[in-house]
């Protein structure tokens, strides 16, 4: 197992949803049963039901992962900057650090190089900063995090805030943006000061953790095998273009996997979790935000305002099914999403 450094830091924070008890429910941080959404023209809070919304922190996802590799003597952990890796004609080799690495397989998380974007494939980027922060006084629901606040200003692109408390006075406050290119960190903590004064009207607090991140959501095809080689993550494709979830796609393809290795010794045997449909749906959306057709906050508030919150998130895991798709488009307005619709639907046959 090579990485270019060891994981011992709060880096990051990751929110997903269950229906049940997951395989790291043990590090689970929080969980809601209920979460509010916030637009200039609905708001409401969402009964997640049979869903809980979660979140783990990085620090403690590094230490459970560490402590089953700690127990498992088969694995060996190098600790150095990965320079390329190869299909051979014995399987492929890892060149990291000064060392030759081979292997009958790799599973491969770096995207060494972006994406070459031909025409018609869009590619935006999801930015975010967070601060975890305390007040001296108490400031938050602890049972009602904030999913998405759309009531800040657009100008930047496509942005929500989203707050998850921990207690009365402390709690995750990420500001977000889907746009092509990212913001400079000057203007993430304005906006993040902002939301405290003007939303949140807490005047005093003190900032313990920050975090930052970068998510591409585009409909490129990535590679999911090259030879011998599995590419896993966001390099294999398990980021969902339209809204940048990752993680809970990442538990799937690693189960599957997982089954393909155990029943036919290579790990290559893998369903499709991008079915053509979803992709087109995906395609459709990031025609939508990037061509700026309408706001991106509308269409959230469509969808979440017509819909229930757990049709919404099955949808968003790809899992719902035909009759349950018509019902969410029918939620969004109608000639923009069926001209973009046709437009995607013609590329196929190119």
């Not at 930015?127 to 100008?155: C, K, Y």
């Amino acid at each position: 197992m090579i990485d270019k450094e060891r994981k011992n830091s709060n880096d990051r924070t990751w929110c997903f949803w269950e229906k049940e008890e997951g395989l790291f429910e043990k590090i689970v941080y929080r969980k809601w049963d209920k979460v509010w959404f916030y637009s200039p023209q609905f708001e409401s809070l969402l009964n997640l039901d049979p869903y809980q919304y979660k979140m783990i922190r990085g620090i403690d996802f590094y230490r459970y992962c560490q402590q089953v590799i700690d127990g498992s003597p088969n694995v060996h952990q190098v600790y150095v900057p990965i320079n390329k890796i190869e299909n051979h004609s014995t399987g492929v080799q890892v060149a990291a650090g000064d060392k030759i690495y081979n292997g009958r397989f790799v599973f491969n998380s770096i995207l060494f190089q972006p994406p070459t974007l031909s025409n018609g494939t869009f590619h935006l980027l999801q930015h975010f900063m967070g601060w975890v922060i305390e007040t001296p006084d108490t400031a938050f629901n602890p049972g009602e995090p904030v999913l998405m606040d759309f009531r800040p200003h657009q100008s930047n692109g496509t942005t929500f805030v989203y707050v998850m408390p921990f207690s009365e006075t402390k709690a995750l406050v990420e500001y977000t943006v889907f746009s092509p290119e990212i913001l400079s960190a000057e203007v993430y903590r304005g906006e993040l000061k902002k939301y405290m004064r003007d939303s949140l009207q807490i005047p005093a607090y003190e900032i313990t953790e920050e975090e930052f991140g970068v998510i591409p959501m585009t409909n490129f095809r990535f590679n999911q095998k090259q030879g011998n080689i599995l590419n896993i993550g966001t390099a294999g494709g398990q980021t969902k273009p339209s809204s940048g979830y990752t993680f809970r796609f990442i538990q799937k393809q690693t189960s599957q996997i997982v089954s393909s290795l155990k029943e036919n010794r290579h790990p290559f045997n893998l369903k499709n979790q991008g079915e053509s449909r979803f992709r087109w749906f995906d395609s459709v959306m990031l025609n939508i935000l990037q061509n700026k057709i309408l706001e991106g906050r509308d269409v959230f508030a469509d969808l979440f305002s017509k819909n229930t919150a757990p049709v919404i998130l099955e949808f968003l895991d790809n899992e719902t099914q035909p009759i349950q798709e018509l019902k969410i488009m029918k939620s969004v307005p109608a000639w923009p999403f069926m001209k973009a619709g046709l437009t995607e639907w013609l590329k196929s046959f190119r």
